[in-house]
């Protein structure tokens, strides 16, 4: 007997389920891709029961879950729903993604980006917008290599926050909350920093160019933000290893390709086991793997 088709379910917290996530998992090569928009923890439960108790336990590795949406702290939410609802013991389980927002795909994608360039074990980084999903992220990987870590933010607070988070969760994370909230801060900030990545909202300037050449060890720039103004000027979208006055560059665009890549690489991964959690830390390790 024939093995039966994979089958992804999209479930994505905003209204209506993103046409980006479907097309790049029929890309994938998933052969039906089942979408639920407005899914919440509490309408989640009948959608993974319908996951799990279909197929025989031989075959449920065929079908798989990604949940995805604007607000990835709705995504978190939804994921740990779904395990709640999971039967691992019983072999009634099937593989979960998050990438709410794109988060944990273009954190990975910048971090594998700049890793072409700089010795992530020791490098010393700023992550701006370090608050933010994306930014998190960022600096979470960057900590587990090793190199220290400035998380920026106009808060402090908020910083702080996040860096102690980030400490519990990664033992021996170097990680130093800073502000960038005022003109001055911005060159204590990148004083020593050999990478930048810049991950804050669309459309906002983070890092000046009068700044940025304040920064005198500055190897590596890499920025995150695809809508008008850049989120560190003079990074063009489409800069992939551009050389600006001795700075490697990188734009949004000229991440998304390997982040593309990775994307598909970790859903072809969920139609492997029957029981994969791919979050950040597991979406990167698959990155690591890509050529």
């Known amino acids: 007997m024939s093995e039966k088709p994979t089958i992804l379910v999209q479930l994505d917290t905003d209204a209506l389920p993103s046409t980006f996530d479907r097309v790049v998992a029929v890309d994938a090569g998933a052969q039906h891709v089942f979408s639920y928009g407005g899914v919440t923890p ?9 996951c799990i108790f279909t197929r025989g336990a031989k075959d449920l590795h065929r079908t798989a879950i990604f949940v995805g949406g604007s607000d990835v702290a709705a995504g978190e939410a939804v994921v740990a729903a779904i395990r709640n609802q999971l039967i691992p013991a019983a072999k009634l389980s099937v593989s979960v993604m998050l990438d709410s927002n794109g988060a944990n795909t273009t954190a990975a994608a910048s971090v594998r980006a700049a890793a072409r360039h700089v010795n992530l074990d020791s490098v010393e980084s700023l992550v701006l917008g370090g608050t933010g999903p994306v930014g998190q992220r960022v600096a979470r990987l960057l900590a587990k290599h090793g190199g220290h870590v400035r998380l920026g933010s106009r808060q402090l607070d908020r910083a702080e926050v996040v860096a102690a988070k980030i400490r519990q969760e990664v033992p021996g994370a170097n990680i130093e909350a800073v502000s960038v909230a005022t003109s001055s801060d911005g060159p204590k900030a990148l004083h020593g920093r050999e990478l930048v990545i ?5 459309g906002v300037l983070l890092l000046p160019k009068k700044v ?20 560190v000027e003079g990074v063009a979208l489409g800069d992939r290893g551009k050389d600006h006055d001795g700075i490697i560059s990188y734009g949004a665009i000229g991440v998304g390709d390997t982040k593309m890549k990775i994307h598909k690489a970790a859903l072809a991964a969920l139609f492997e086991k029957s029981d994969l959690l791919l979050d950040i830390d597991e979406i990167y390790e698959i990155a690591l793997r890509l050529p």
């Open 42 to 50: 509490e309408n989640v439960v009948t959608l993974v029961h319908g």
């Open 198 to 202: 810049a991950a804050g909202a669309p």
């Open 212 to 231: 940025r050449d304040t920064a005198k060890q500055l190897r590596v720039m890499i920025d995150l933000n695809g809508v008008p103004p850049a989120g």
